[in-house]
C-alpha cells in the first residue's frame, strides 16, 4: 500500500493544520498551493491492506481517497469548517521547511520536514488513478470541526516517547 496522507481518528496532518489556524494569525502556504493530494481515511487505508494480506497476489497500490483538492484548496476549506479568522499567504516553497523548523521548536515536535514539503509540492501525494478509499476528507472534516484542532498532536511525543 502507499498511502500519501492520512487522515481520521487521531491522525496528525489534518488536526494540525487546524491548530495552527485556530491560533495563529498567518498561515504559510509553499509557492501557489496548487499541487494535488489525495487523502485516504485510516479506516480505508486499513480495509485495503486487510484485502491485500488475504490475496495471494503481490502488488502495489496506491491508497487515495476519492477526493483530489489542492492544498490550498485543502487548507481554505478547514480554515472555513474551524472558523479560522489566520490570513493565508503565499510563500516560497523553500522557505516552508525553515517555518515548520522554527515552529517545530516551540512546539517540541517536527512538523514538515524539507523532504516531506517537497514531495508534495512535486505532487507525489497524488495520482491520476481511481479512488481506493471511499470516506471523503472533507466531509470528515465538517463531520468533526467542533474537535478539530482542538489538541496539537505531538509526532515526536506520540511515536518516540
Given at each position: 500500500?502507499?498511502?500519501?496522507?492520512?487522515f481520521?481518528s487521531?491522525g496528525v496532518l489534518?488536526?494540525n493544520i487546524?491548530?495552527?489556524?485556530?491560533r495563529?494569525?498567518?498561515?504559510?502556504v509553499?509557492g501557489t498551493?496548487?499541487?494535488?493530494?489525495?487523502?485516504?481515511?485510516v479506516?480505508?487505508?486499513?480495509?485495503?491492506?486487510?484485502?491485500?494480506?488475504?490475496?495471494?497476489?503481490t502488488?502495489?497500490?496506491?491508497?487515495v481517497?476519492?477526493?483530489?483538492?489542492?492544498?490550498?484548496?485543502?487548507?481554505?476549506?478547514?480554515?472555513?469548517a474551524?472558523?479560522s479568522?489566520?490570513r493565508?499567504?503565499?510563500?516560497p516553497?523553500?522557505?516552508?521547511?525553515a517555518v515548520?523548523t522554527?515552529?517545530?521548536w516551540?512546539l517540541?515536535?517536527?512538523?514538515?520536514t524539507?523532504?516531506?514539503?517537497?514531495?508534495?509540492?512535486?505532487?507525489l501525494?497524488?495520482t491520476d488513478?481511481p479512488?481506493t478509499?471511499?470516506?471523503?476528507?472533507?466531509?470528515?472534516?465538517?463531520?468533526?470541526k467542533?474537535?478539530?484542532?482542538?489538541?496539537?498532536?505531538?509526532?515526536?511525543?506520540r511515536?518516540?516517547?
Amino acid at each position: 500500500m502507499r498511502p500519501a496522507i492520512l487522515f481520521g481518528s487521531d491522525g496528525v496532518l489534518i488536526n494540525n493544520i487546524a491548530w495552527l489556524l485556530r491560533r495563529l494569525p498567518v498561515f504559510a502556504v509553499g509557492g501557489t498551493g496548487a499541487y494535488r493530494i489525495r487523502p485516504i481515511h485510516v479506516d480505508d487505508l486499513a480495509k485495503l491492506c486487510l484485502e491485500a494480506a488475504s490475496s495471494a497476489d503481490t502488488y502495489t497500490l496506491d491508497a487515495v481517497g476519492p477526493e483530489r483538492p489542492t492544498f490550498r484548496e485543502l487548507v481554505c476549506f478547514i480554515k472555513d469548517a474551524v472558523g479560522s479568522r489566520s490570513r493565508l499567504v503565499h510563500a516560497p516553497g523553500a522557505l516552508i521547511p525553515a517555518v515548520a523548523t522554527v515552529l517545530g521548536w516551540a512546539l517540541r515536535d517536527t512538523l514538515l520536514t524539507g523532504d516531506e514539503y517537497r514531495a508534495m509540492a512535486d505532487e507525489l501525494a497524488d495520482t491520476d488513478g481511481p479512488a481506493t478509499g471511499q470516506i471523503a476528507v472533507t466531509g470528515w472534516i465538517t463531520k468533526n470541526k467542533d474537535t478539530l484542532g482542538r489538541r496539537y498532536a505531538n509526532e515526536i511525543e506520540r511515536h518516540f516517547r
